[in-house]
């Protein structure tokens, strides 16, 4: 790696939002740091602040500053709280995770999603999974879940023998409990469609395109995605039955 590079943390807060705690600029940077320390990046940390600044405005002064030095290969990776951050056109986002960042090698990191580009950098279907995940944000802006702030606790030990789809079971303090594990991303773009209007048959689509492993396979290979050529079709019993299962989120 280049030791002239830089990581970078990018956090923004529009007018609206300036009050709420859990979006605050050194909230966004301190969920960011530890995120990017959880990766194994610790020091040479620039960080890039918009206070004020709505994410339909792409010419905002830290995020324009940001794609400068990515544009004269100064970083190398950009963290963020989530994806809306770098902005709420989700065609313009998609362009920037899909084009802006690959082609000048940048690494993007989300720590509310658990999201690393360099997780799918290799599988050609993860364009597929860019897209679900803009999807999500398009058409759920407003009533996102959070992973930092939880909408609903779960009380005691989780005593089911397997996790729901979205989750893994962990020991805390002697206490069986669910986090979100790496296929959440998909669980959340299934619930994201689902509220859109996408009936089961196209959520299943959607997944076959996007090369997305179904939950069976999933516990299995412990891979989201498959392998090119060795994508298997979910069932549409499988989607419904993980829709009644409500949009619920466990705390860690």
Not at 173 to 186: G, K, T
Request: with cysteine; aromatic share 10%; hydrophobic share 40%.
């Amino acid at each position: 790696m280049n030791k002239e590079k830089r990581a970078a943390v990018y956090a923004r807060v529009s007018v609206k939002h300036q009050n709420r705690k859990d979006l605050s600029i050194e909230a966004q940077v301190n969920v960011c740091r530890a995120y990017l320390s959880k990766k194994g990046i610790y020091n040479d940390i620039v960080i890039f602040r918009d206070l004020g600044f709505s994410g339909r405005n792409f010419v905002r002064p830290a995020f324009v500053s940001l794609k400068e030095q990515i544009e004269q290969g100064q970083i190398y990776c950009v963290a963020v709280k989530d994806l809306s951050r770098l902005g709420r056109d989700y065609r313009k986002v998609g362009d920037i995770v899909e084009r802006f960042f690959p082609v000048h090698g940048v690494r993007l990191l989300s720590a509310v999603e658990g999201f690393d580009s360099a997780d799918y950098a290799a599988n050609p279907a993860a364009v597929g999974l860019y897209h679900l995940l803009n999807e999500w944000y398009a058409k759920d802006i407003g009533r996102k879940v959070s992973l930092v702030k939880m909408e609903k606790k779960l009380a005691g030990n989780y005593l089911g023998s397997a996790a729901p789809y979205g989750y893994r079971i962990v020991k805390r303090d002697d206490i069986r409990i669910l986090e979100p594990d790496d296929s959440f991303l998909v669980r959340s773009a299934i619930f994201a469609m689902h509220e859109s209007g996408y009936s089961s048959g196209e959520i299943v689509e959607q997944l076959w395109q996007c090369a997305i492993n179904p939950p069976a396979v999933y516990r299995k290979s412990g891979k989201v995605m498959a392998a090119e050529g060795q994508a298997k079709r979910w069932e549409g019993g499988t989607v419904r039955n993980l829709l009644k299962q409500g949009r619920v989120i466990f705390a860690e």
